[in-house]
T-cell receptor, first 114, second 109 residues
Framework: DAGITQSPRHKVTETGTPVTLRCHQTENHRYMYWYRQDPGHGLRLIHYSYGVKDTDKGEVSDGYSVSRSKTEDFLLTLESATSSQTSVYFC?????????????FGPGTRLLVL | TQLLEQSPQFLSIQEGENLTVYCNSSSVFSSLQWYRQEPGEGPVLLVTVVTGGEVKKLKRLTFQFGDARKDSSLHITAAQPGDTGLYLCAGANTGKLIFGQGTTLQVKP
């Protein structure tokens, strides 16, 4: 257990509304990631963070923004949700020790945009 | 753009059978990881292979990294219903992970 929680676990929203997903970790890891998982695509990186207020874009960042004002929280915001953003969203952390590609994942947030 | 192609995408077998899942790319990766994911949960890391030609065993699971570090395979011997799940490979480069599409495995009793 890497001490990662995600909230909410399930959300239904309407097109055009803003949505914020939260990832919380308890072990002060510097690196945190947001992925989306869709059938036929595996997991794709949206944004990642390498410290408080230090973030960078991933492969599929359009339509998403992130913020990290505290080490333990990494927020993913959909400014104006679209149906194409219906997906399962996973947060991950990278431990401070061990191989740098090792990541541990949270339980996921299932988002439905109507 | 680096891509990882996993095959097959779906596999349904009887308990006791053997199976192999493949993960292929035209790109070289510094390491390759295999994850297993249960419905409603996040992926769980099974193994990381680093050296070309490396073979790692985890009970009935055997993982191999290709000599050129572009491909990998997962072989399960005598599959059990508890092996049912989604298997994902992920290639690492500069600390980021590129995931394959996943293989959904169903093992029927």
């Amino acid at each position: 257990d890497a001490g990662i929680t995600q909230s909410p676990r399930h959300k239904v929203t309407e097109t055009g509304t803003p949505v914020t997903l939260r990832c919380h970790q308890t072990e002060n890891h510097r690196y945190m990631y947001w992925y989306r998982q869709d059938p036929g695509h595996g997991l794709r990186l949206i944004h990642y963070s390498y410290g408080v207020k230090d973030t960078d874009k991933g492969e599929v960042s359009d339509g998403y923004s992130v913020s990290r004002s505290k080490t333990e929280d990494f927020l993913l915001t959909l400014e104006s949700a679209t149906s194409s953003q219906t997906s399962v969203y996973f947060c991950a952390i990278r431990p401070e020790t061990g191989r740098r590609e090792t990541q541990y994942f949270g339980p996921g947030t299932r988002l439905l945009v109507l | 753009t680096q891509l990882l192609e996993q095959s097959p995408q779906f596999l349904s077998i009887q308990e006791g059978e053997n199976l192999t899942v493949y993960c292929n790319s035209s790109s070289v990766f510094s390491s390759l990881q295999w994850y297993r994911q249960e419905p409603g949960e996040g992926p769980v890391l099974l193994v990381t292979v680093v050296t070309g030609g490396e073979v790692k065993k985890l009970k009935r699971l055997t993982f191999q990294f290709g000599d050129a570090r572009k491909d990998s395979s997962l072989h399960i011997t005598a599959a059990q219903p508890g092996d049912t799940g989604l298997y994902l490979c992920a290639g690492a480069n500069t600390g980021k992970l590129i995931f394959g599409q996943g293989t959904t495995l169903q093992v029927k009793p």
